[in-house]
């Protein structure tokens, strides 16, 4: 394919949609994989609706998701760019104007003064009748004097519907044929001169030389209107690609009210672009190799309309947590270093006072384990401050055992006695520990977790514990046998009545 120009022509009339996620990132993906244009334009004609914070949360998400584009309007520091601006509908009126009056010269549109309450009455007529509502056409035979003769009364500019079959050859959808017939002339231009989506939407495609429009099934009933004014226009008409909307998990449209619907809940809830993109790229297509864990460059060679899809695809959040974990595991600890910062910091987490080197390292004893970036908080708050409580339900199973307090003392023992504080030889320490008592290694490591952290779960004890430092963990070690001592007495020992 050579010169593909694609489009992402979101209107900021609200949060920015997953559904719409998918539709920006298949277009740049048919951009980026061979060679073309990406291009942002905003549909912002709905006043009322449009609002300049939906616009500026739209780019933001659109630049978290690494979908950078080559021409679209200017934004924060980024200029306009491309030579077929503005790419703000809201500053193309006059061509959306020029290109009607132009349909008006040739006979291809026509002027229509009719009033509301006749054609609501047309419309009522039509309903009692129980024939679909139609505009008659009345206006259609206007001459140019009777024109003329209605003077500065309001009107609307309709397309004169050509006769004859209009055919949309989808790349997803196959061929879909309508007869002309079953559209009246619809108005393209309001009384207050703004143009209605379908004409504003064609003349942009037109002139902005669109090769392939790729969006939501929602948009194929428009499509027949659309191809009409393609022709009527003299534009050479784009390929049509229409995609199956995404589904929640039941199967059902993904609703605005869900959480997930907003890209935004994504990133706050600690999954990574890059899972959010292999995952929305799944929705509707399939690698030729079956693949399901894609970089972004694995995406860009393979991606390709011709494996997508028409049946809606529903939303599997186990497999996305699961991408995920894996896209974690693939990032360079640096790189996921710098990502986990602000979470903890967004915990209240006291970041600042460990350095650079140590937080590279403890982010190292974690990339393995977690599978959003916010479960690094509980995966790491003990390292920040002392553990407030300890898990109950760990404490019932590890503290309780009659042994439980020999156990820790001979746990406290062993790290006592490490010649140098390493993972490694507080490994050897408890191994040679397990080896003299004929314990199990989970007889030590799970109680010790337990004073270290106060939880059940966490990165690898020798590894916390040679970050957490020697002093630390020695005193943690302490205050728990102290809190057995106190608190566990042995399951057996307890007196009558206490529990
Ligand atoms: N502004 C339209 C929407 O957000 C897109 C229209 C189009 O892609 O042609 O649904």
């Not at 047309?122 to 004097?145: F, H, M, N, Q, W």
């Not at 030389?209 to 194929?220: A, F, N, P, Q």
């Not at 002093?471 to 057995?484: D, K, N, P, Y």
Request: charged fraction near 30%; glycine fraction near 8%; proline fraction near 5%.
């Amino acid at each position: 394919m050579e010169n593909v120009r694609v489009r992402f022509a979101p209107s900021p009339t609200g949060f920015f949609h997953i559904g719409n996620a998918k539709t920006a990132l298949y277009n740049w993906l048919i951009a980026r994989h061979c060679g073309g244009t990406f291009i942002l334009r905003l549909e912002d004609t709905d006043v009322e609706r449009s609002k300049e914070e939906y616009a500026e949360v739209l780019f933001d998400c659109l630049t978290w998701l690494g979908l950078d584009w080559d021409e679209g309007p200017a934004f924060k520091h980024i200029p306009e760019k491309g030579d077929y601006g503005p790419y703000r509908q809201s500053q193309r009126m006059h061509l959306y104007r020029r290109e009607a009056q132009r349909l008006l010269d040739e006979g291809k549109a026509y002027k229509c003064f009719c009033t509301k309450e006749e054609l609501d009455a047309e419309r009522e007529r039509a309903a009692a009748e129980k024939r679909p509502p139609r505009y008659s056409g009345v206006c259609k035979k206007l001459t140019p004097d009777q024109i003329h003769a209605k003077g500065n009364a309001p009107y609307v500019i309709r397309f004169r519907v050509p006769d004859g079959v209009t055919v949309i050859d989808d790349i997803i959808q196959g061929t879909v044929r309508t007869e002309n017939k079953e559209f009246d002339d619809f108005v393209i231009i309001k009384p207050n001169g703004d143009p209605i989506f379908h004409l504003a939407v064609v003349v942009d495609d037109g002139l902005m030389k669109i090769t392939h429009v790729v969006r939501g099934d929602d948009h194929l009933t428009n499509t027949t209107r659309h191809v009409m004014l393609f022709e009527a226009l003299g534009y050479q008409a784009p390929q049509f690609a229409h995609m199956p909307l995404v589904h929640d998990e039941k199967g059902q449209k993904y609703s605005k009210r869900m959480h997930g619907a907003n890209v935004l809940d994504w990133r706050n809830d600690g999954y990574l672009p890059e899972t959010l993109i292999n995952y929305l790229a799944l929705l509707g297509w399939t690698p030729e190799d079956g693949t399901e864990l894609l970089t972004r460059d694995d995406l860009v060679k393979k991606f390709s309309l011709d494996r997508a899809g028409a049946s809606a695809s529903r939303f599997d959040l186990k497999k996305v947590q699961w991408l995920n974990g894996q896209h974690i595991r693939m990032l360079g600890v640096e790189d996921l270093r710098d990502r986990l910062i602000p979470r903890l910091q967004a915990a209240g987490l006291d970041t600042t006072a460990k350095s650079t080197e140590w937080l590279t390292r403890m982010t190292a004893i974690c990339q393995e384990k977690i599978k959003t970036l916010n479960e690094i908080v509980t995966y790491t708050d003990f390292f920040f401050s002392e553990p407030a409580e300890y898990e109950e339900k760990a404490v019932r199973k590890h503290w309780m055992a009659p042994d439980a307090l020999k156990c820790m003392d001979e746990a406290l023992d062993a790290m006592e006695q490490v010649p140098e504080w390493t993972a490694a030889a507080l490994r050897a320490a408890y191994e040679t520990l397990v080896e003299r008592t004929g314990n199990s290694l989970g007889h030590y490591v799970h109680p010790t977790r337990l004073a270290l952290t106060g939880k059940s779960v966490g990165p690898g004890l020798f590894e916390l514990a040679e970050l957490l430092g020697k002093e630390t963990s020695l005193a943690r070690m302490r205050r728990a046998i102290e809190f057995i001592g106190r608190a566990c007495a042995p399951l057996g020992t307890t007196p009558e009545g206490q529990s």
